[in-house]
Every structure is written in structure tokens, then in C-alpha cells.
């Protein structure tokens, strides 16, 4: 078994776009769901918004990314309008079912025969990122870094910008959530009607939640269809607002660090259970008293497996995550 | 746990090897589909020859295509690739659809599970002189039979909510059980459905059972709030479907008793004499269920219970054993709903989880905590989806769905049975 | 009685002008701040609510009593815009309240607290404090991602929070988080932390309830002490010492009805509310009371 590759891949994955760009897809959720207490599993939805506004705009239209961005922009505030209002005034329950079925709608409508013209369809939009290359100042063919970490010129643009961003957003999240419109919200989370009782408009704020929250999470979709090159509507399917989330238990919910650790860590284990169990299972099944237990082709249903095991564990045990406070969740009537 | 997913693997053994053969493959299916009197049927073709190369040309695998329609070629990784199908080869008066093309370019990142699938549709899709009214009079029977389905499907998840407070989202994995057990009994171990049928049911009742006595009720105990129950029943979601898709692999397959079936024509609507079978029996279970919530003490104490729990129980009425009935029954109704969409459509791992949100849908429309709320708008949210694809593309019958939750919600929220105070 | 006791010019006001009103149900007030006419609340067949004529006040403190299930936590409900009548009209200083949401009714002068403390337990107290002032320009977004632009007033509102913090001896507590207070410190931290709307009418469902008995003399205090500042006080309780000690005037309700109003001492000898007392097993503090 290479063990030296297994941990070079960990190793390399809490670093990778792909923490990154979970990441900021985690600020974005922590706003909506670890704040203000509001059970988006739209997440994906809002993701798709960024990487389809930017990919079509350039595609399609032929305009640059800045204008791809405020398309996206537009789309991120009217789906979180159409989600939002007829749902935030009633229970969490409701916002959560709506937010599945708009991404799935969402996923469905991009990935349509019918809408193909628009969205590329199954195949989705392949040659977008032109203009973004284009401001990269290092060398797309070279290769940058020491071995082992080394990354060809593009990757590590798309990687500085993500990492960038995801600076940018925890530091405006922290912000945020130092000032009265973050104690008003937080104080949402715990009991409405007492905020209420106070003359905030807690409606207002639960949108205003809601679509902050998403456009982080646009960005999210952007730098992960950059990184590709691709924008592929089956990467926006509502597990993936499932796995931002169980990074984000992970980390810690409510607390900046933890939606940027969490991420970070999320990768760093998936890549690593996926390394190892494969490295086991490279020349025969995996065997326990003679059942094989893991073929080489299941690897990747049993790390999901773990996953789903692990989000059920982390609520049940340990639901403040690593960076969370254990009063602040002792104190949790939810 | 630990003791289920054990005695699962050991199940599953055979099942995994006979399922998955290579690491990565592409499967590629021809369909030929027809339209009498507009309803689509899709028969496979085979003999058609596929060719797999690279980007740049050099040979990967090629196959053709078997009974089923299908080939499945073998692909080193998760990679691009060019999947061309040979005209020439597809037998004689079978076209491919107008302006599809045979060369379809697949990227790597399309592989979200080891197996890309692509299809090639030949024949006409356009309808054949069915009028209007023919056309809608037969949406309506498959309506009436997806209908069904999902009210039976539903009706476990809309009482699980009314008695115990919990969104469940991990219901269409019990519905997708069902399939999987179904599977096992009629193929696996050969065994006919007429007797597997019931077997299959207790077995999602036990299910139910198992998922409220280990979880949830542990749960609720602990002082577990309601949102963090929901978040959990999503990790037992994301768990159970992947356990599945363990088990029993990425394509989906049909149980050996009733699945080749031709439709009878009755006037303007066809159906087959299984799915007829399986409609009569929805419905006749449909109706037993709302008697037995109507007029047995059970079924009013659970009514009861589901309604408002504290009073009930400060009635007498036993709430853990009536949330343990709730949880069987909703259990083994969703677990027939399995087998029946098995019948209907074939077994795969996710058969449910695409299920659930109509199944939200309809208890949102009925009315959250309302069981007969549940049959009204699980039904008809089958039926107008059915409806719906007369004007909808077939693939987005489902948004419909959507729409319904939403303008229910923005309208009257508690749905038509519910009661306003749950609502916000 | 309590001559010992000073009122404030405004108490003194006040209770003058309740001196020449007669003490019938739904009787107007010479100046009413709160006026409410045929406002009714049906649930699932049962009538939680059916007032005919109420008017409360202005400057003074008006308990509201009756038995358990008798529509005060409705009617306050109603009132303040957390619930919705089937019908009735009702006006807040002169405003029609009939479609006003809750937050609104609140930034218009009318606070409420809960039966149920609703302190937020995961922000300290001087946070719970902060939250209670209105008009703030960091609660936008905007501003609140750039610090410069609410400091100040952040300052002030920290300011007047603590004066009001150690009027009501909560200051030591400050940076604790309120789920660390004991149950009547949580009742006293809502009362004050409802007072930084500067409301012109202090609703306060239950304030007595759970509290230990030597909170409740201090409670007291800081609710005469509301009147005498010129705010009106409106109380649902069921502590009938704490009625008799501290009302200027009593509401009482039975069965969604107003059955009777009056001065603490009208109410005790009043035969109807004694009915509807005994009727519910409860009362017996109110045969016993003074000026019986």
C-alpha cells in the first residue's frame, strides 16, 4: 500500500480548490442555516445560479465575466425572492422542503433536453473561462510548486482566487456578525417572536439571510465551474448541499473558523478514506471471514456511506463541531 | 445498527459481485420509441454496435447491444471519451430520431458514479393521431395509478410529522427498501411475488420500526430538537441510498414476475393487466387504510395523537405505542409503494429518493400531520404531474410539483385538511 | 391603605382621573390610550375572545385578571398584533392597530413581554439589552459591514443599557449569557429590555409568575416605577396580592368576556367576580384580601 501517496493526497486536499470551494458554499450556508437558524438545502441551487450566470453569459452571449457575475447576481436574488417569500414566514420545515425541490427543479431544468439551447443540457457548458485565464499572471502550461504539491499554472490561479475569496467572505461574515444586524439575526434564531416583540421585522431579516447567504454560495459555484473549465448540471444535485452541510457540522456551526475548517477537513478525510480504501481494495476485494465486503468499484458508495453515517453521528454526539462552543449548544432548546 | 448494515453486507455479498464487474464503464442503450394513441413506449434494441475511443482517436472498447438494449463497455477511468454507435448496424426500419446525433462526447466530470450512461432514442416521438381528449384520458389513468402510489407512500411520512413533530427525509428510502427486498425474494432467491408481496411489506413495517426504535425514539429521548432530527434523518438518507447503491449498483433492473407485459386497450386508454392489478390494489388499500383511521380505536387515537399530542396523551392514549404503530405502518406502506413502483418502472437505488419530494408536495397540499390530507394530496399531485406532461417535456413533469408546493404555501399553508396553528 | 407610598405627578394624574370613572364593565376612560370595540377570536368553535368596549387608561396601571382559560394572553395577543381577530376594531393612541403585524405594534410605543420568559439565552445580557433599541443603523446589512458607521450610536444605545441595567441590579451580570440567570433575573432582564423601545405602554403578561417571593417586592418597584416615568402599564396576572398592591384600576375577564371593572377594593367586594372565581376553584387570596 502507498502510504506516501495516500497522505500527500490528504494533504493536498485540505488545500485543493475543492475545500475551497466548499468552503465558501459553507459561509454562505453558515449565514442562512448556523446564524439565523434557516434550513436551506437549496444551497446547490444557488451554486448553479453562479456557475450557470457566468458559463452562459460567456458562452452565449459572448460578454465578459464581470457581466456574468451581476447576471448571476440577478438570478441568486430572484430564486432566493422565490423561495423565500412563501416560505419564511412559516415553520423551518417548510423552507427546508421547498429549498430540495427548487434545487432539483433547478437541476432538472438545466440539464434538460428542452432548455439545451440555454444550458448546454446533460453535456452542460464547456468554454467559459477564457477571460478569466486571461487575468491569470502565471503560465497556464507550466507547472508551479515542489513535488509533490505541484499544480499547472491554471489550477493555482483558480486556486489563489478561491482561497482569496474565501478570506474575503470569513472576513465580512465575521464583521457581519459582530454588528446589530448579526445580533438580530442570531437572535432569530433562537426564539422570532421575542425579536419580534422588539420591533425587527424578522421577515426582512430572514430574507436578507437567506440571500446573502446565497450569493456566497454563487460564488462557490463559480470558482468550482473555473476550476473545471466545465459547468455540469449533475454537480448541483441537493447531496451536494448535503455534504457543504455535514462539512459544516463538522466544523462548527455559527462560528467562522468552523465553516472554513470544517471544509477543509470534510476534504481532507474524504480523500483520505477514498485513497486508503482503494489502495485496499487495488488487487482483491476487501474481506471479512471470507465475504468480500469492498470491491474496488464500491469504494466510492461506501465513502458516501461514511459520510451520512458521520453527519448522523456528528448531530447526535457531537453537534458543535469542533470549533463550536459546547454552552452555546447546551443551551439549545432545538 | 451495526447489526443491520451487518446483516445487510452479508446479503448484499452475491448481489455486489454479480453486479458490478469493472471499475468504470459507459452503458449504452437504444431505445426505440413508439407512441400509440399517446402513450410512449420505449422497446429496447439490440444488435447496434458501439465504439468507445479517446479524444484523440485511439480505441478504448466496443460492444453491442444486448436484449435489454444495453452495452456495457468498460472504461480504464473516469475520463473523456467519444462514444459513436454504427448506424449501419441497427436493424432494419429502426431509425434514429431526427437530428440525433451518433457521435456524443462524454467529459470526465459527467462520471458521478463509476457508469455514464448514454442514450440513443430512434423511432418518432411525435404523436400519432391520438386526440386530444384520448391523449388527456390517458394521463389520467397513469395519474390515477402514480396517484396512488405516492398517497400510499405518503401517508407514514404525513403521521410520522403529526405524532412525533419529524420531517423525515430519509421516507423514500423506505420506499426504495421495498424495491431492494422485492428484488431479493423475485430474483435473488427466486421466490414469486405473490408470496414475496406480503413478505416485502412486513419487512418495510419492521424497517419502520427499526429506524423509530434506534433512532429516533433515542433521539427524542436525548432531547434532540426537531431541526437536528431533520439533519439526521438526512445523513440516515444520504447513508441508506448509498448503502443501497452498494448493494445492488447503478443501473436499475426489473424483478423477474410481471415484467414483460403487453397493454390492453381499454377505448381510449391503455394500461397492462399488472399495473391494473397493482392500481386496484393501491386503491382498495388506500380506502382500508382511511376506514381504519376513520373507525377503529387505533386509528382514532392515532388521528388523535396526530393531531395534537399533548392532549391526546392527556386523554390516556398510550403516544410511544401509537408512534411505534406509525412508524410500522407508514414503514410497510411505503415499502408496497416500493414494490408496486418496482412493478411499475423497475428497481434501482434511488427509486425513492426521487420519489420524496412529490411525496412532500402532496403532504404539503393535504396538509402537514393530516393522514387523510396526505391520501388527497399525494393523490392528486400524481395526478396533475400526469396531467402536466401534456404540456410539460416529459423530463420536467416533476416541476409542476414545485409549483403546487409553492402556491400552496403562499396561499392557504396548511394545505386542505390542516390545521392553521402548525403551520407558522 | 398606602398613603406611605409618594406617586409622581404623573401617577398622581392618573390615578385622579380613574377617581370619577364608574366602575363598570367596558366603561370609557377620561383619556383612553388603548381602546378596543367588539373585538372577537373563535378557535376551532370555542369563543377565546368576545370584548365588547375596553378602553385603558393612559399613565396608569390596569391589571387584567380572571380565571385560567379566560382569553387575557389572547387578548394581549390580539392586541399586539401576534394573533388575528375574526373581527373588532382597535386603536392604539389614536392609531388603527386592525392590520398591523407584531413588529410593527412595537415600534409604534406598545411592547409586550411573554408568559413564558422569552430572554435569548444565547446572547449576554448586555447584548439582550442592545437588541431592545429601535432604530439602529447597524441592524442594516450595509452598515453593519462597515463598523464606522454604527459606532457611535452603538456607544449611546450600550450606555442607556447599562443605566437601565442597574436600575433593575443586573449590572453585575452584564456579560453573562442569559441563559445563566436565574428565572426571576430572566423576567426583570425582559421587563428591562423592553423598556429600550421607550414604549408609551408596557404590556407584561405574567410578570409575578415563577418568581421567588423576594424578587416580587422588588418587581413591584420597577413596575410603579414605569407609571411614575408617564409610561402605561397593562398586567396579566393571577398573583391577586401583587393586584391589589400595585393596580390603579382591574379588568377582569371570564369565559372571553369582560365581567366587571373597578378599583382593586370596587373589585374584591364585587359578587360577579367572586363567582367567576369560585366558580374555577380559585379566589380565596381575594376573600381574604384587604378592603374586603
Same mark, same amino acid.
Given at each position: 500500500?502507498?502510504?506516501?501517496?495516500?497522505?500527500?493526497?490528504?494533504?493536498?486536499?485540505?488545500?485543493?480548490?475543492?475545500?475551497?470551494?466548499?468552503?465558501?458554499?459553507?459561509?454562505?450556508?453558515?449565514?442562512?442555516?448556523?446564524?439565523?437558524?434557516?434550513?436551506?438545502?437549496?444551497?446547490?441551487?444557488?451554486?448553479?445560479?453562479?456557475?450557470?450566470?457566468? *458559463?452562459?453569459?460567456?458562452?452565449?452571449?459572448?460578454?465578459?465575466?464581470?457581466?456574468?457575475?451581476?447576471?448571476?447576481?440577478?438570478?441568486?436574488?430572484?430564486?432566493?425572492?422565490?423561495?423565500?417569500?412563501? $416560505?419564511?414566514?412559516?415553520?423551518?420545515?417548510?423552507?427546508? @422542503?421547498? $429549498?430540495?425541490?427548487?434545487?432539483?427543479?433547478?437541476?432538472?431544468?438545466?440539464?434538460?433536453?428542452?432548455?439545451?439551447?440555454?444550458?448546454?443540457?446533460?453535456?452542460?457548458?464547456?468554454?467559459?473561462?477564457?477571460?478569466?485565464?486571461?487575468?491569470?499572471?502565471?503560465?497556464?502550461?507550466?507547472?508551479?510548486? @515542489?513535488?509533490?504539491?505541484?499544480?499547472?499554472?491554471?489550477?493555482?490561479?483558480?486556486?489563489?482566487?478561491?482561497?482569496?475569496?474565501?478570506?474575503?467572505?470569513?472576513?465580512?461574515?465575521?464583521?457581519?456578525?459582530?454588528?446589530?444586524?448579526?445580533?438580530?439575526?442570531?437572535?432569530?434564531?433562537?426564539?422570532?417572536?421575542?425579536?419580534?416583540?422588539?420591533?425587527?421585522?424578522?421577515?426582512?431579516?430572514?430574507?436578507?439571510?437567506?440571500?446573502?447567504?446565497?450569493?456566497?454560495?454563487?460564488?462557490?459555484?463559480?470558482?468550482?465551474?473555473?476550476?473545471?473549465?466545465?459547468?455540469?448540471?449533475? =454537480?448541483?444535485?441537493?447531496?451536494? $448541499?448535503?455534504?457543504?452541510?455535514?462539512?459544516?457540522?463538522?466544523?462548527?456551526?455559527?462560528?467562522?473558523?468552523?465553516?472554513?475548517?470544517?471544509?477543509?477537513?470534510?476534504?481532507?478525510?474524504?480523500?483520505?478514506?477514498?485513497? %486508503?480504501?482503494?489502495?485496499?481494495?487495488?488487487?482483491?476485494?476487501?474481506?471479512?471471514?471470507?465475504?468480500?465486503?469492498?470491491?474496488?468499484?464500491?469504494?466510492?458508495?461506501?465513502?458516501?456511506?461514511?459520510?451520512?453515517?458521520?453527519?448522523?453521528?456528528?448531530?447526535?454526539?457531537?453537534?458543535?463541531?469542533?470549533?463550536?462552543?459546547?454552552?452555546?449548544?447546551?443551551?439549545?432548546?432545538? | 445498527?451495526?447489526?443491520?448494515?451487518?446483516?445487510?453486507?452479508?446479503?448484499?455479498?452475491?448481489?455486489?459481485?454479480?453486479?458490478?464487474?469493472?471499475?468504470?464503464?459507459?452503458?449504452?442503450?437504444?431505445?426505440?420509441?413508439?407512441?400509440?394513441?399517446?402513450?410512449?413506449?420505449?422497446?429496447?434494441?439490440?444488435?447496434? !454496435?458501439?465504439?468507445?475511443?479517446?479524444?484523440?482517436?485511439?480505441?478504448?472498447?466496443?460492444?453491442?447491444?444486448?436484449?435489454?438494449?444495453?452495452?456495457?463497455?468498460?472504461?480504464?477511468?473516469?475520463?473523456?471519451?467519444?462514444?459513436?454507435?454504427?448506424?449501419?448496424?441497427?436493424?432494419?426500419?429502426?431509425?434514429?430520431?431526427?437530428?440525433?446525433?451518433?457521435?456524443?462526447?462524454?467529459?470526465?466530470?459527467?462520471?458521478?458514479?463509476?457508469?455514464?450512461?448514454?442514450?440513443?432514442?430512434?423511432?418518432?416521438? *411525435?404523436?400519432?393521431?391520438?386526440?386530444?381528449?384520448?391523449?388527456?384520458?390517458?394521463?389520467?389513468?397513469?395519474?390515477?395509478?402514480?396517484?396512488?402510489?405516492?398517497?400510499?407512500?405518503?401517508?407514514?411520512?404525513?403521521?410520522?410529522?403529526?405524532?412525533?413533530?419529524?420531517?423525515?427525509?430519509?421516507?423514500?428510502?423506505?420506499?426504495?427498501?421495498?424495491?431492494?427486498?422485492?428484488?431479493?425474494?423475485?430474483?435473488?432467491?427466486?421466490?414469486?411475488?405473490?408470496?414475496?408481496?406480503?413478505?416485502?411489506?412486513?419487512?418495510?413495517?419492521?424497517?419502520?420500526?427499526?429506524?423509530?426504535?434506534?433512532?429516533?425514539?433515542?433521539?427524542?429521548?436525548?432531547?434532540?430538537?426537531?431541526?437536528?432530527?431533520?439533519?439526521?434523518?438526512?445523513?440516515?438518507?444520504?447513508?441508506?441510498? =448509498?448503502?443501497?447503491?452498494?448493494?445492488?449498483?447503478?443501473?436499475?433492473?426489473?424483478?423477474?414476475?410481471?415484467?414483460?407485459?403487453?397493454?390492453?386497450?381499454?377505448?381510449?386508454?391503455?394500461?397492462?393487466?399488472?399495473?391494473?392489478?397493482?392500481?386496484?390494489?393501491?386503491?382498495?388499500?388506500?380506502?382500508?387504510?382511511?376506514?381504519?383511521?376513520?373507525?377503529?380505536?387505533?386509528?382514532?387515537?392515532?388521528?388523535?395523537?396526530?393531531?395534537?399530542?399533548?392532549?391526546?396523551?392527556?386523554?390516556?392514549?398510550?403516544?410511544?405505542?401509537?408512534?411505534?404503530?406509525?412508524?410500522?405502518?407508514?414503514?410497510?406502506?411505503?415499502?408496497?409503494?416500493?414494490?408496486?413502483?418496482?412493478?411499475?418502472?423497475?428497481?434501482?437505488?434511488?427509486?425513492?429518493?426521487?420519489?420524496?419530494?412529490?411525496?412532500?408536495?402532496?403532504?404539503?397540499?393535504?396538509?402537514?400531520?393530516?393522514?387523510?390530507?396526505?391520501?388527497?394530496?399525494?393523490?392528486?399531485?400524481?395526478?396533475?404531474?400526469?396531467?402536466?406532461?401534456?404540456?410539460?417535456?416529459?423530463?420536467?413533469?416533476?416541476?409542476?410539483?414545485?409549483?403546487?408546493?409553492?402556491?400552496?404555501?403562499?396561499?392557504?399553508?396548511?394545505?386542505?385538511?390542516?390545521? /392553521?396553528?402548525?403551520?407558522? | 391603605?398606602?398613603?406611605?407610598?409618594?406617586?409622581?405627578?404623573?401617577?398622581?394624574?392618573?390615578?385622579?382621573?380613574?377617581?370619577?370613572?364608574?366602575?363598570?364593565? *367596558?366603561?370609557? !376612560?377620561?383619556?383612553?390610550?388603548?381602546?378596543?370595540?367588539?373585538? /372577537?377570536? =373563535?378557535?376551532?368553535?370555542?369563543?377565546?375572545?368576545?370584548?365588547?368596549?375596553?378602553?385603558?387608561?393612559?399613565?396608569?396601571?390596569?391589571?387584567?385578571?380572571?380565571?385560567? *382559560?379566560?382569553?387575557?394572553?389572547?387578548?394581549?395577543?390580539?392586541? $399586539?398584533?401576534?394573533?388575528?381577530?375574526?373581527?373588532?376594531?382597535?386603536?392604539?393612541?389614536?392609531?388603527?392597530?386592525?392590520?398591523?403585524?407584531?413588529?410593527?405594534?412595537?415600534?409604534?410605543?406598545?411592547?409586550?413581554? %411573554?408568559?413564558?420568559?422569552?430572554?435569548?439565552?444565547?446572547?449576554?445580557?448586555?447584548?439582550?439589552? /442592545?437588541?431592545?433599541?429601535?432604530?439602529?443603523?447597524?441592524?442594516?446589512?450595509?452598515?453593519?459591514?462597515?463598523?464606522?458607521?454604527?459606532?457611535?450610536?452603538?456607544?449611546?444605545?450600550?450606555?442607556?443599557?447599562?443605566?437601565?441595567?442597574?436600575?433593575?441590579?443586573?449590572?453585575?451580570?452584564?456579560?453573562?449569557?442569559?441563559?445563566?440567570?436565574?428565572?426571576?433575573?430572566?423576567?426583570?432582564?425582559?421587563?428591562?429590555?423592553?423598556?429600550?423601545?421607550?414604549?408609551?405602554?408596557?404590556?407584561?403578561?405574567?410578570?409575578?409568575?415563577?418568581?421567588?417571593?423576594?424578587?416580587?417586592?422588588?418587581?413591584?418597584?420597577?413596575?410603579?416605577?414605569?407609571?411614575?416615568?408617564?409610561?402605561?402599564?397593562? %398586567?396579566?396576572?393571577?398573583?391577586?396580592?401583587?393586584?391589589?398592591?400595585?393596580?390603579?384600576?382591574?379588568?377582569?375577564?371570564?369565559?372571553? !368576556?369582560?365581567?366587571?371593572?373597578?378599583?382593586?377594593?370596587?373589585?374584591?367586594?364585587?359578587?360577579?367576580?367572586?363567582?367567576?372565581?369560585?366558580?374555577?376553584?380559585?379566589? /380565596?387570596?381575594?376573600?381574604?384580601?384587604?378592603?374586603?
Amino acid at each position: 500500500m502507498d502510504i506516501i501517496k495516500i497522505l500527500e493526497n490528504t494533504v493536498a486536499a485540505f488545500f485543493g480548490i475543492d475545500a475551497a470551494y466548499f468552503a465558501l458554499a459553507a459561509i454562505g450556508l453558515n449565514i442562512q442555516f448556523g446564524y439565523t437558524g434557516l434550513l436551506n438545502f437549496g444551497q446547490s441551487a444557488f451554486m448553479a445560479c453562479g456557475a450557470y450566470g457566468l *458559463g452562459m453569459t460567456s458562452q452565449y452571449f459572448g460578454v465578459g465575466m464581470w457581466w456574468g457575475i451581476l447576471i448571476a447576481l440577478a438570478l441568486v436574488i430572484i430564486l432566493g425572492l422565490l423561495v423565500g417569500i412563501p $416560505t419564511l414566514r412559516l415553520r423551518a420545515d417548510y423552507l427546508a @422542503i421547498v $429549498t430540495i425541490a427548487t434545487a432539483e427543479i433547478v437541476r432538472l431544468v438545466v440539464r434538460s433536453v428542452r432548455f439545451k439551447q440555454y444550458f448546454g443540457g446533460s453535456d452542460g457548458i464547456n468554454s467559459f473561462s477564457t477571460s478569466f485565464r486571461n487575468l491569470s499572471p502565471f503560465d497556464p502550461g507550466a507547472q508551479y510548486g @515542489i513535488r509533490p504539491f505541484q499544480y499547472s499554472g491554471y489550477s493555482l490561479w483558480t486556486m489563489i482566487v478561491g482561497w482569496t475569496l474565501v478570506a474575503f467572505f470569513s472576513f465580512l461574515v465575521y464583521m457581519l456578525m459582530k454588528s446589530p444586524w448579526g445580533r438580530v439575526v442570531k437572535a432569530i434564531r433562537e426564539d422570532e417572536d421575542a425579536v419580534r416583540s422588539l420591533g425587527k421585522n424578522v421577515y426582512s431579516y430572514k430574507m436578507q439571510s437567506l440571500i446573502i447567504g446565497g450569493v456566497v454560495g454563487m460564488f462557490s459555484g463559480m470558482i468550482f465551474a473555473l476550476d473545471r473549465g466545465s459547468v455540469q448540471p449533475d =454537480n448541483y444535485s441537493r447531496d451536494v $448541499t448535503f455534504y457543504v452541510l455535514t462539512a459544516l457540522v463538522l466544523g462548527g456551526v455559527a462560528k467562522v473558523r468552523g465553516s472554513v475548517i470544517g471544509p477543509m477537513m470534510f476534504w481532507g478525510l474524504y480523500v483520505f478514506s477514498d485513497n %486508503f480504501l482503494r489502495e485496499l481494495t487495488k488487487d482483491r476485494p476487501f474481506e471479512i471471514f471470507g465475504f468480500g465486503i469492498i470491491q474496488k468499484a464500491q469504494v466510492g458508495p461506501v465513502n458516501y456511506m461514511l459520510i451520512g453515517l458521520g453527519l448522523m453521528l456528528l448531530m447526535t454526539f457531537r453537534p458543535q463541531g469542533v470549533f463550536g462552543s459546547k454552552e452555546e449548544m447546551a443551551l439549545d432548546g432545538r | 445498527m451495526f447489526v443491520l448494515l451487518g446483516v445487510l453486507v452479508a446479503l448484499a455479498a452475491p448481489a455486489a459481485v454479480h453486479a458490478l464487474d469493472s471499475d468504470y464503464s459507459i452503458i449504452v442503450s437504444v431505445a426505440n420509441q413508439t407512441n400509440n394513441n399517446g402513450v410512449a413506449e420505449k422497446k429496447p434494441v439490440a444488435g447496434v !454496435k458501439i465504439a468507445i475511443t479517446t479524444p484523440a482517436g485511439v480505441a478504448v472498447g466496443e460492444g453491442v447491444t444486448d436484449a435489454t438494449g444495453a452495452a456495457t463497455i468498460a472504461v480504464p477511468a473516469k475520463d473523456d471519451y467519444v462514444v459513436t454507435l454504427d448506424v449501419a448496424s441497427l436493424p432494419s426500419g429502426v431509425t434514429l430520431v431526427e437530428g440525433t446525433k451518433t457521435v456524443v462526447n462524454i467529459v470526465k466530470d459527467a462520471f458521478t458514479t463509476n457508469q455514464k450512461r448514454v442514450t440513443f432514442f430512434a423511432g418518432s416521438t *411525435g404523436d400519432s393521431g391520438a386526440s386530444l381528449a384520448e391523449r388527456i384520458a390517458q394521463r389520467l389513468v397513469d395519474g390515477v395509478r402514480l396517484g396512488l402510489i405516492i398517497a400510499i407512500c405518503s401517508v407514514g411520512l404525513s403521521l410520522i410529522f403529526g405524532t412525533t413533530g419529524l420531517t423525515n427525509f430519509a421516507h423514500g428510502e423506505m420506499v426504495t427498501f421495498g424495491g431492494m427486498m422485492a428484488f431479493w425474494f423475485n430474483v435473488l432467491l427466486g421466490v414469486p411475488l405473490l408470496i414475496a408481496g406480503p413478505l416485502v411489506i412486513a419487512l418495510g413495517g419492521v424497517f419502520g420500526l427499526a429506524m423509530n426504535g434506534l433512532i429516533f425514539a433515542k433521539l427524542r429521548k436525548r432531547g434532540i430538537g426537531l431541526i437536528s432530527q431533520l439533519v439526521v434523518s438526512v445523513g440516515l438518507s444520504i447513508m441508506l441510498r =448509498n448503502m443501497y447503491l452498494y448493494q445492488f449498483g447503478g443501473r436499475t433492473r426489473p424483478l423477474d414476475d410481471f415484467s414483460l407485459q403487453v397493454a390492453k386497450s381499454f377505448g381510449p386508454v391503455s394500461i397492462t393487466m399488472r399495473d391494473l392489478t397493482t392500481t386496484i390494489i393501491s386503491l382498495v388499500v388506500l380506502l382500508g387504510v382511511a376506514a381504519y383511521l376513520q373507525r377503529s380505536r387505533t386509528g382514532k387515537a392515532i388521528r388523535a395523537v396526530s393531531d395534537n399530542p399533548s392532549l391526546a396523551s392527556s386523554t390516556g392514549i398510550d403516544t410511544q405505542k401509537i408512534i411505534r404503530i406509525v412508524w410500522f405502518a407508514g414503514g410497510a406502506l411505503a415499502a408496497m409503494g416500493g414494490l408496486f413502483r418496482g412493478l411499475d418502472e423497475q428497481v434501482g437505488f434511488e427509486m425513492g429518493s426521487g420519489l420524496i419530494f412529490l411525496m412532500f408536495a402532496g403532504i404539503t397540499l393535504g396538509g402537514l400531520g393530516s393522514a387523510y390530507g396526505a391520501l388527497v394530496g399525494g393523490f392528486l399531485v400524481g395526478l396533475l404531474v400526469e396531467l402536466a406532461s401534456l404540456v410539460v417535456p416529459a423530463e420536467l413533469k416533476n416541476a409542476p410539483a414545485l409549483l403546487i408546493l409553492i402556491v400552496v404555501l403562499v396561499l392557504r399553508p396548511q394545505g386542505i385538511l390542516g390545521r /392553521k396553528q402548525r403551520v407558522g | 391603605m398606602d398613603a406611605e407610598r409618594s406617586y409622581s405627578e404623573l401617577a398622581v394624574r392618573a390615578r385622579a382621573a380613574l377617581a370619577s370613572v364608574q366602575a363598570s364593565p *367596558g366603561v370609557a !376612560k377620561p383619556d383612553p390610550i388603548l381602546h378596543a370595540e367588539k373585538v /372577537k377570536r =373563535n378557535f376551532g368553535g370555542v369563543t377565546a375572545v368576545d370584548v365588547d368596549h375596553l378602553e385603558i387608561q393612559r399613565g396608569s396601571i390596569t391589571a387584567l385578571i380572571g380565571p385560567n *382559560g379566560a382569553g387575557k394572553t389572547t387578548l394581549f395577543n390580539l392586541l $399586539t398584533g401576534f394573533d388575528t381577530p375574526d373581527n373588532g376594531e382597535w386603536m392604539f393612541d389614536g392609531k388603527s392597530l386592525k392590520k398591523v403585524v407584531a413588529h410593527k405594534t412595537a415600534s409604534l410605543g406598545m411592547v409586550r413581554t %411573554f408568559q413564558l420568559t422569552k430572554s435569548l439565552t444565547k446572547l449576554s445580557v448586555i447584548e439582550n439589552m /442592545k437588541l431592545g433599541a429601535t432604530h439602529q443603523a447597524g441592524e442594516k446589512w450595509w452598515n453593519g459591514l462597515l463598523p464606522f458607521r454604527y459606532r457611535k450610536q452603538e456607544a449611546i444605545i450600550e450606555r442607556r443599557a447599562d443605566e437601565l441595567l442597574k436600575r433593575f441590579k443586573l449590572d453585575h451580570m452584564r456579560d453573562q449569557y442569559a441563559g445563566t440567570l436565574s428565572g426571576g433575573q430572566r423576567k426583570l432582564l425582559e421587563m428591562a429590555r423592553a423598556l429600550m423601545t421607550n414604549p408609551r405602554l408596557v404590556m407584561l403578561d405574567e410578570p409575578m409568575a415563577g418568581v421567588n417571593p423576594a424578587l416580587k417586592q422588588s418587581l413591584n418597584e420597577h413596575i410603579r416605577g414605569l407609571r411614575d416615568d408617564g409610561m402605561t402599564v397593562l %398586567f396579566v396576572e393571577h398573583d391577586m396580592d401583587m393586584v391589589h398592591d400595585i393596580s390603579d384600576w382591574v379588568v377582569v375577564m371570564a369565559e372571553g !368576556k369582560i365581567i366587571a371593572e373597578g378599583t382593586p377594593d370596587q373589585i374584591s367586594a364585587n359578587p360577579a367576580v367572586i363567582e367567576a372565581y369560585l366558580g374555577s376553584h380559585q379566589g /380565596k387570596s381575594l376573600l381574604e384580601g384587604e378592603g374586603a
